[in-house]
């Protein structure tokens, strides 16, 4: 019977550690709850084999012209900013496990000799009380565990809403290159014009000079777009994570185009409040440190409480055994720092739930505000501005045709044309990155979309 005790006792204190959700139990929760927001699947990179898959799949997506979806796709599982945040929840799991031990016992064993006699000892020293707290301290780690896996899935859906953005940045600096292209093609040939003619005797220096000048500054114009479209473009490689020969993919040729109008805004910010994960990881940190406050306020003065067995042998004498109890006497230290502590850091956790909570809501009315504002922009450009500018690129063509207007007056309305639809371009894309904001702002993609 006796045998049986030990050996049970022995089972439980090595199983009472292990029955904790796997890491990939936690990643794959973690990867459902952010794709019902919006987010494609995600990718841990653990071994060679997997890291060669993926490069894999990249190398696939990419020999095609990219798209914004194959961008966010790239970058949730190849983006290695986003595997870092991954171990965030082997750490998380492995501290779960940890809570779940005892401490290990501490074997002692000390020799002496004095007037001719031989003292041996062994002793075992066990901090027992881990039995109790060892539930408490699961809970905690749980509780950790899943303010993780809610803060690595924020970081998920921020990592969506940036993919989304520079993709759209470098769609748009390209069309901006596209479009200057017939700009600086018309300065040049104004220029070109105006050689021959100064050459005839029919135009005078000065004007020469300026029409030169016009065709430097749009060169200019031409040297920076490029310079933004390479900007635009290394910020979405960094986005994906990708490199070398992999960089030279292209762009899907499609035209930028005004989508539907915002979406109403009803309710925006309590819809935030209940879906935003950083929301409720500030929630589960809050919950964690009162439960944190309450196990140091019932633990402070037994945590180092022990339980020793120890045996003795001298010459000549019978075996000595004995077992006993060490309790920590309160006289110097009676947790009270320990308990200050908790209570302060519960106390943080709360006020930065209230600020997170009051940022929010104060960014989902400024991430409204400004899509709205967007959207009128890019309509102003898109149905009066750039149609006005056509017209009057229609009509100077005709008076061209009648020979009442020059062809520098059609060239100039022509640039004027050309600049007025990069302005309505840019207007578009500031409308398109505002509706990704907007989307993360109230908690992910999906949730926009059923407003």
Not at 19 to 42: K, P
Not at 268 to 275: G, M, P, S, V
């Amino acid at each position: 019977m006796k045998k049986e005790v030990i050996l049970s006792f022995g089972a439980f204190l090595i199983l009472s550690g292990c029955s904790t959700v796997s890491q990939n139990d936690v990643f794959n929760s973690m990867n459902r709850m952010s794709a019902a927001r919006g987010a494609g699947e995600l990718k841990w990179l653990k071994t060679p084999q997997e890291v060669q898959d993926v490069d894999k799949s990249v190398n696939d997506l990419l020999s095609q012209p990219l798209s914004e979806e194959n961008a966010v796709r790239i970058t949730l599982i190849n983006n290695r900013a986003l595997q870092q945040t991954y171990e965030r929840i082997g750490i998380a799991q492995s501290d779960l496990v940890q809570a779940g031990l005892m401490s290990n016992p501490l074997l002692g064993y000390s020799v002496g000799h004095g007037g001719g006699i031989n003292r041996s000892g062994v002793s075992v020293e066990l901090a027992f009380l881990d039995l109790l707290w060892i539930p408490l301290r699961k809970e905690l780690g749980g509780l950790a565990l899943e303010e993780t896996k809610l803060s690595v899935g924020d970081e998920v859906l921020r990592s969506v809403r940036e993919a989304k953005k520079s993709y759209i940045d470098a769609h748009v600096a390209q069309e901006m290159v596209r479009l200057n292209g017939d700009v600086l093609k018309s300065q040049e040939a104004s220029l070109q014009l105006a050689m021959r003619q100064y050459s005839a005797g029919n135009l005078s220096k000065r004007d020469l000079l300026k029409i030169q000048d016009e065709y430097e500054h749009a060169r200019l114009d031409s040297i920076r777009l490029h310079r933004d479209n390479a900007k635009a473009r290394e910020a979405l490689n960094r986005n994906m994570g990708v490199y070398a020969e992999q960089t030279d993919y292209t762009l899907v040729d499609e035209p930028m185009i005004l989508s539907s109008q915002p979406i109403e805004n009803t309710s925006l910010e309590r819809w935030a409040i209940e879906n935003r994960l950083d929301i409720a990881a500030a929630q589960k940190r809050v919950e964690y440190a009162a439960k944190e406050a309450g196990y140091t306020k019932d633990t402070r003065l037994l945590q180092e409480v022990r339980l020793e067995a120890g045996s003795e042998k001298s010459t000549g004498e019978n075996r000595f055994n004995s077992v006993g109890v060490k309790i920590p006497l309160p006289i110097f230290d009676m947790g009270q720092a320990r308990i200050s502590l908790t209570q302060a850091r519960y106390n943080q956790s709360v006020h930065r739930l209230i600020e997170l909570a009051v940022n929010v809501r104060s960014e989902v009315r400024e991430s409204y505000a400004h899509l709205c504002y967007s959207y009128d922009i890019a309509r102003e450009y898109n149905e009066s501005i750039v149609k006005i500018n056509q017209n009057i690129l229609e009509q100077t063509q005709l008076y061209y045709n009648g020979m009442l207007d020059g062809i520098y007056e059609l060239l100039a309305d022509q640039r004027r044309y050309s600049d007025v639809k990069m302005q309505s371009l840019i207007a578009i894309g500031e409308y398109q990155k505002a509706q990704a904001d907007l989307a993360y702002t109230i908690g992910g993609v999906n949730n926009a979309a059923q407003r």
